[in-house]
């Protein structure tokens, strides 16, 4: 893309976002109106109407010896690409609760969380935990009865947008999804902003996750329509991008030097890595968002879910955040980060808002497609049916 075309673009939509604010173009096939619907239903959802819930004043090691005494046993659905990506959870509660059986399920969160409804709906539930992308099951879960309210040691220090005031769920850790780039393979043009993406120069050489097959993916590329407008969508698919299932995708081709560039995937703003760049780029978007996590009111193992919560919230597990940021406002972002609430450009409000409206985002995923074509491949942790874990 010539750097007319960017300062033509940014001149001739500025206006617009000035003007519009948040609200997603028309031409998206998202109502004008759509934002301000879906923070309406997330305010009136999150709405503090139950049983005052006082926070967790017992020790880590009094919850473990209560979830020992429990059954010592415990399963977590959560959310991801692989079941790799449990591998640190796995190995770090492990040590810290030996006597524990700690059984983690690693699958998309779309799959995980109608599973949970079919499990709740035929009274075979598996999981004790669920740790998920889709924030508008827990909203919904919640109006049902469905969360055990719990507020976990440090729930007060949460930031207010991480948590569910009752203590239906808390957000337990901050991910952020952007573009990133193959240190060596860009040199010295690396892309800086989302605009350089449709450069000429990277056709045939990015690897991006669907957009209409996550929605994480599918809000990221929705703030790139809003800010650059549908041009830079039809210039961004003139690249011939190799899209994939599952948004570590993007990362496994820039760090196996397949690709140059990947797009949709997730990162660390402080990562020392001599092979790849995660970008958070100034003044431009990307999107970040607590992932909550509940415990279930019919879970075989609820102590054991409590002490999982509680340990997860702890400041040793939040300073120790591989992207540098944390969940509560009482620990220290990373040299260089501020928290990332405090980042316009994260749009950590927008997530849980744009997730509430399933209506729009079911247009918006069929528009991309248009642009995309549709997605192909097996989901990326396999197919899991009905009852993983038991």
Same mark, same amino acid.
């Given at each position: 893309m010539s750097r007319d075309f960017? =300062? =033509? =673009?940014?001149? &001739?939509? !500025? #206006? !617009? *976002? &000035?003007?519009? !604010? $948040?609200? @997603? *173009? /028309? #031409? /998206?096939? *998202?109502? $004008? +109106? #759509? +934002? @301000?619907?879906? &923070? /309406? +239903? %997330?305010? &009136? %959802?999150?709405? /503090?109407? !139950?049983p005052r819930v006082r926070e967790e004043t017992r020790s880590l090691e009094e919850l473990y010896a209560a979830a020992v005494a429990e059954g010592g046993k415990l399963v977590l659905y959560q959310g991801g690409d692989v079941d790799s990506q449990a591998a640190g959870v796995r190995a770090a509660f492990g040590e810290r609760f030996p006597d524990i059986d700690l059984t983690v399920v690693v699958d998309y969160s779309k799959y995980h969380d109608v599973r949970v409804d079919n499990q709740l709906a035929t009274g075979t539930l598996v999981p004790d935990v669920v740790q998920l992308q889709t924030l508008q099951d827990f909203t919904r879960w919640k109006r049902e009865g469905r969360l055990l309210p719990y507020k976990p040691a440090g729930f007060s220090k949460v930031h207010e947008g991480f948590k569910d005031p009752d203590g239906a769920w808390t957000a337990l850790m901050v991910i952020g999804f952007s573009f990133m780039y193959g240190i060596e393979a860009a040199g010295a043009h690396a892309p800086r902003t989302p605009l350089d993406l449709v450069d000429p120069r990277w056709k045939g050489q990015i690897a991006s996750s669907y957009p209409h097959d996550d929605d994480a993916v599918l809000y990221l590329f929705s703030l790139y329509q809003r800010t650059y407008g549908w041009d830079w969508v039809a210039e961004f698919a003139a690249q011939q991008p190799q899209f994939a299932r599952g948004s570590h995708t993007p990362g496994l081709a820039v760090n196996g030097k397949q690709k140059a560039i990947g797009v949709g995937g997730s990162g660390s703003a402080v990562s020392t890595s001599t092979v790849t760049k995660w970008v958070v780029p100034e003044g431009h978007p990307f999107m970040a968002w607590g992932q909550r996590a509940a415990v279930l009111k019919q879970a075989a193992n609820p102590t054991a879910g409590k002490l999982y919560l509680n340990w997860a919230l702890s400041e040793e597990r939040q300073k120790a955040a591989f992207n540098g940021w944390s969940v509560r406002t009482d620990v220290t972002p990373s040299p260089g980060l501020k928290p990332v609430w405090e980042n316009p450009d994260a749009h950590v409000d927008g997530f849980p808002k744009f997730m509430e409206d399933r209506a729009a985002i079911e247009r918006l995923k069929q528009t991309f497609a248009l642009y995309f074509g549709e997605v192909k491949g097996d989901p990326t942790p396999g197919w899991l049916g009905l009852h993983p874990g038991r």
């Open positions: 960017s =300062r =033509r =673009r940014l001149l &001739a939509t !500025g #206006a !617009g *976002v &000035a003007l519009g !604010g $948040a609200a @997603a *173009v /028309s #031409a /998206s096939g *998202v109502p $004008a +109106n #759509a +934002n @301000a619907l879906s &923070a /309406s +239903n %997330s305010f &009136a %959802s999150t709405l /503090s109407s !139950g």
